[in-house]
């Protein structure tokens, strides 16, 4: 803390330094006694002069001050602070006059604001008068008549001047031009204050000299002194013996300072004791300042005091002055006015925010000060006790400090997702009758913090993709929303795991940060992998993240891209087809067999689901086509008519299956038949087939389309040679290979067979049966080999993929009773 004064020369510089170091050692006492610094200046120091190190005394050193952030919070900027070294300086010239009128002190007192952690500190610049201004009287020429006869030892009033400046500066003494006629006299009142007087020290005569001028000198205490001076001009007259006199010395009255403008105040009265224009009296103003004439006007024959301007109490509470009665030769007296201002409740109290801490985290704890008020109420007395409450809907509450102020802090937890700002009002009002009120409102902002996760519109999600469909297809749209802001409520997207079988989920599908969009990765197929789940996780971009997870459960949809597989018999021919060596699938069927009989089963699958799977049987080329038909769904193919002689002994039939998808897909069964009444008769003619059987069953199809071809254009022709074949036929018997064969019916399934299926289940099962040899046949060197009687459902799917055990029961070698009688087939 410094005291800075002017430097004065002269024989005053001693008390002056005495002076100086006992305000110094005062204003240390009162920082400690108190939390205000205090420092002491002269008036009229230049712009930019040193007031004390004021970070120094508040305790911070120079390398806080960046952080800290020093500031003042002066309505008028008397004073600035230097960032950089915390040192106080004047920033515009100070005028104590100016500031603080004819008080006996001037100071400024103004709030410091330090940041990190908030606090504010009270400073007080007490401002020391300067001799700055001469003395002044109201006139420059003041005109006084004397009358000849008035004795030795008579006083006159005299102006006094008045000073501007305090202390000793405005301590004035009087110097009067040498004159053995006149001399200088002063008066002390009951107040203290001084009245100057004239006093004639001999008598006058107005034949000798009829005017005198003389010149009246003030001269200040100051160093150095300063003066003014006014000029008197006597002039010696003739019989006016009697001055005027008022009835007091002293006129006192008390009015509201909200008094209206010329009301009456108070009245003076003086008489005198002459007669005609002597004794008729005049009022007017002494030597008061223009203060006072703009406010108080005085009627000059009545004496009645009025006022002139509004008058305030916060502004000057006590008004002196003095009032002058002249009568009519020339005669004055002089008395005292004095008005006291009382107090009024005018003033409503002003709030001033020193600082607020907006935006505010809403993880900042209870307590937290968000802003720094200043209240004050102008008024004095109860009028200026003032009492702050906050008016609105917010985690704040307002906690009184010292000096007038006042802090904000929060009562509660801040939420910014709930109210991202708080207005408020901060409310004073004072104690006067009836009491005055004003209000501020704070807007307080409340910035995000990281405290929310993402939430997802779904925990779980469910997709259906149709299979086959192509790379990088959207798939779903997830969205996931973030109560917060900014960063903290910009949500990612990222596949967190899930499964699809053993393929696994992540190489099926991919999700798109930004978007939450996601895209299959390929194609994906219905048989392979008919549903598969993923986690997407959904992380903000806050410090730390928080994230969520949902579910999606996508669901392939099938489509018809799979045509229906023949198992039966489609799976021998195929093995022939790679083994070469393999005979065809065929059934025999006795001639004696009647419409319905059962043939066989085409037996066939789709991979697909649905309808696209529900499969339908066609029979679609036969060698006799009336002689056989099929089941639309149950694929057996049966005798759509009692066996003939006449038909051939073998017949070739082609079945189509078909699925109801959309287009439907199909696939074609060749079974072969052979019409006899037991297998050793139908054994001559299927050796005689060559190996190349089917080429040779293809050429012949050909032939006979070609055949019918030429029919159309020689229909005698043929039917001439087909009525003779059949003749021979019937002539010729059957051959002597199916003759040697018993009338057993028989149903050979050999090694061509597939003994291993898996998949799905069939709807019909029917056991296959093989007899032991009958008779010896020399014609034919095939025995045939001991084959387990097993059921359809053990062949081709039951519940284990397993070979059929061989301690099934098995009919080998054995003779029937009766060679003629059908054959029984144990399951």
């Known amino acids: 803390m410094a005291v800075r004064r002017r430097q004065r020369l002269g024989p005053g510089g001693g008390r002056a330094l005495l002076a100086a170091l006992l305000l110094l050692l005062l204003c240390v006492w009162c920082r400690a006694a108190a939390e205000r610094v205090r420092y002491a200046i002269a008036e009229e120091l230049g712009r930019g002069s040193l007031v004390g190190p004021l970070a120094r005394d508040l305790g911070l050193s120079a390398d806080e001050l960046p952080a800290r952030k020093l500031r003042l919070s002066e309505e008028k900027q008397y004073f600035t602070v230097n960032e950089e070294n915390g040192n106080l300086y004047v920033n515009e010239r100070l005028d104590r006059e100016e500031m603080c009128g004819e008080s006996a002190t001037c100071s400024v007192s103004f709030e410091v604001l330090v940041h990190n952690p908030l606090n504010i500190f009270h400073v007080e610049v007490s401002i020391e008068d300067v001799n700055d201004n001469s003395p002044v009287f109201s006139n420059a020429l003041l005109d006084l008549e004397i009358d000849e006869w008035i004795s030795p030892g008579a006083r006159f009033p005299l102006e006094m001047a008045r000073d501007a400046d305090a202390g000793s500066n405005s301590m004035l003494t009087y110097q009067l031009t040498s004159n053995p006629s006149f001399s200088l006299a002063a008066i002390e ?174 993880d900042a704890p209870t307590g937290t000060v968000v802003a720094l008020l200043k209240v004050r109420d102008r008024d004095s007395g109860e009028n200026g006790q003032v009492s702050c409450e906050l008016s609105g809907e917010a985690p704040l509450s307002i906690v009184a400090s010292s000096g007038g102020s006042y802090k904000v802090v929060t009562s509660g937890a801040l939420d910014r997702e709930q109210a991202s700002e708080h207005r408020v009002s901060v409310v004073a009002r004072d104690r006067g009758r009836p009491a005055l009120r004003s209000s501020r409102e704070l807007v307080l902002e409340v910035s995000d913090v990281n405290d929310n996760a993402p939430v997802f519109e779904e925990a779980a999600y469910s997709a259906y993709v149709a299979e086959n469909n192509a790379a990088g297809a959207l798939v779903l749209r997830v969205q996931a929303r973030d109560a917060d802001a900014g960063a903290n409520g910009r949500v990612s997207y990222w ?49 730390p993240a ?53 043939v066989a089963k085409v037996v066939a699958v789709d991979a697909d ?56 897909l199909s696939a074609t069964a060749t079974l072969h038949v052979v019409l006899a009444e037991s297998l050793q008769e139908a054994l001559p003619e299927l050796s005689e087939r060559p190996a190349g059987a089917e080429a040779a069953a293809a050429a012949a199809e050909l032939q006979f389309y070609l055949v019918l071809a030429l029919a159309l254009l020689s229909a005698l022709l043929v039917l001439s040679v087909a009525l003779a074949v059949l003749a021979r036929l019937r002539r010729a018997g059957p ?87 059908p054959q029984v087939c144990k399951a």
Not at 647 to 656: I, S, T
């Open 495 to 543: 596949l967190a795991g899930g499964s699809a079988g053993a393929a696994g989920a992540a190489p099926l599908v991919s999700v798109e940060a930004r978007s939450g969009a996601l895209y299959a990765q390929r194609s994906l197929d219905y048989e392979q992998c008919r549903e598969f789940t993923v986690a997407v996780r959904a992380q903000d971009g806050g410090s």
């Open 546 to 598: 928080r994230s969520s997870t949902a579910t999606v459960r996508v669901f392939v949809l099938d489509r018809n891209d799979n045509a229906p597989r023949v198992l039966w018999p489609a799976a021998a021919a195929a093995g022939e087809a790679a083994g070469g060596a393999a005979a065809a699938p065929f059934e025999v069927v006795p001639r004696s067999a009647e419409a319905g009989y059962l």
């Open 735 to 821: 051959p002597a290979v199916l003759r040697c064969l018993g009338a057993q019916r028989f149903s050979l399934a050999g090694a061509a067979f597939p003994a291993d299926f898996c998949e799905g289940t069939l709807p019909y099962s029917y056991n296959l049966c093989v007899p032991p040899p009958a008779r010896a046949v020399p014609e034919a060197a095939w025995p045939p080999p001991p084959v387990p009687v097993l059921s359809a459902e053990e062949l081709l799917g039951g519940d284990s993929c397993e070979k059929p055990s061989m301690n099934s029961d098995i009919v080998v070698g054995e003779q029937p009773a009766n060679p003629d009688a």
């Open 189 to 362: 009142s009951p107040d203290g204050s001084k009245q100057l007087e004239l006093v004639l020290e001999r008598a006058l005569d107005r034949e000798k000299q009829s005017s005198f001028n003389l010149v009246l000198m003030a001269v200040d205490g100051g160093d150095p002194a300063r003066s003014g001076t006014i000029q008197l001009r006597i002039n010696v007259t003739d019989a006016n013996d009697n001055p005027p006199v008022f009835s007091k010395r002293v006129y006192e009255a008390r009015v509201a300072e909200n008094l209206s403008v010329g009301s009456l105040v108070l009245r003076v009265r003086a008489t005198d004791a002459d007669a005609g224009s002597n004794g008729r009296v005049s009022y007017s103003f002494g030597s008061v300042p223009d203060s006072v004439r703009a406010l108080f006007t005085i009627h000059s024959e009545s004496g009645e005091v009025r006022t002139a301007g509004p008058l305030d109490f916060e502004e000057k509470n006590k008004y002196i002055f003095g009032v002058e009665a002249t009568d009519g030769g020339g005669l004055t007296a002089h008395c005292k006015v004095q008005i006291d201002i009382t107090d009024e409740n005018d003033n409503a109290p002003e709030i001033t925010i020193l600082s607020l801490s907006s935006p505010v985290p809403e």
């Open 609 to 664: 689901a649905g309808r696209n799977a529900w499969l339908s049987y066609e029979l679609v080329q036969a060698s006799e086509p009336a002689l056989f038909r099929v089941g639309l769904h149950s694929g057996e193919v049966r005798t759509a008519r009692a066996v003939g002689e006449r038909d051939a002994a073998k017949q070739r039939l082609v079945a189509v299956v078909k699925d109801h998808g959309q287009p439907a």
